[in-house]
């Protein structure tokens, strides 16, 4: 578990794929000082377990077929810098929201606006990613807790302020580049719940909207979410 608050900026050293899988290698200089071997540790945004420590520069990933389908892993060269984030130790500061760093899916940057000193940044994402998000919601973005300022029909936007752009990865990528996506896990946990309350989102033939409707608020109202 982690809390989306990326502690170093590592470099990619290496990423040597295999037939379905691959080996990734990332230098860094502080969360490396107290990495143990077994640990986990999200790579902008994807929990991976330690299986290596080289000369206390180095850490050494294995990542599955599944990871670098699902992810933007893959895509990483040598010298690209990655977001990092030890996992949670029971008297760590829970300042962004609770990450799995089990990523949804993969977005695409559509724009950058300046705003101030700030940037507001507009992500494509598929729908399976968007029926989570809500405005003023927690979304991850690459491993990094932010909050969701508009929810478009086939985008979201966040915006960042200068220290999250010098500290992490978001700060430089440019439009069309990929970014993980993981959305908050209580929203997700929220809407099983109300789809197991009201028999799931689709309705039998001839069900009207108002009737569905009506369930929803009534399952809502039972479990307390609304008075």
């Known amino acids: ?27 860094c200089k502080n969360i490396i000082k107290d990495a143990d071997i ?9 929990c991976l377990t330690v299986v290596e420590i080289r000369t206390l520069s180095q850490l050494f990933f294995d990542v599955s077929y599944e990871t670098l389908r699902s992810t933007n892993l893959g895509n990483l060269k040598r010298g690209d810098k990655v977001n990092l984030e030890p996992s949670l130790k029971p008297n760590s500061k829970l300042g962004g929201h609770f990450v799995t760093g089990h990523v949804e899916d993969i977005g695409k940057i559509k724009t950058k606006t300046t705003i101030g000193n700030a940037v507001k940044i507009e992500l494509e994402a598929p729908a399976g990613v968007l029926k989570f998000l809500v405005e003023k919601g927690s979304v991850a973005v690459d491993g990094i807790s932010l909050t969701v300022t508009d929810v478009l029909k086939d985008s979201f936007s966040v915006v960042i302020i200068p220290h999250t752009a010098v500290m992490t990865t978001v700060g430089f990528k440019n439009i069309g580049d990929t970014v993980n996506l993981e959305p908050d896990i209580l929203g997700k946990y929220v809407a099983k719940f109300l789809q197991s309350a009201v028999g799931g989102r689709s309705t039998t033939h001839g069900q009207s909207a108002e009737k569905k409707d009506s369930e929803l608020l009534s399952a809502l109202k039972k479990s307390g979410f609304i008075s």
């Open 38 to 46: 077994g640990d986990s540790i999200a790579v902008n945004g994807v």
């Open 1 to 27: 578990m982690f809390t989306g608050l990326i502690l170093e900026l590592g470099e990619l050293a290496a990423l040597e794929k295999g037939t379905d899988s691959a080996r990734l290698s990332v230098k």
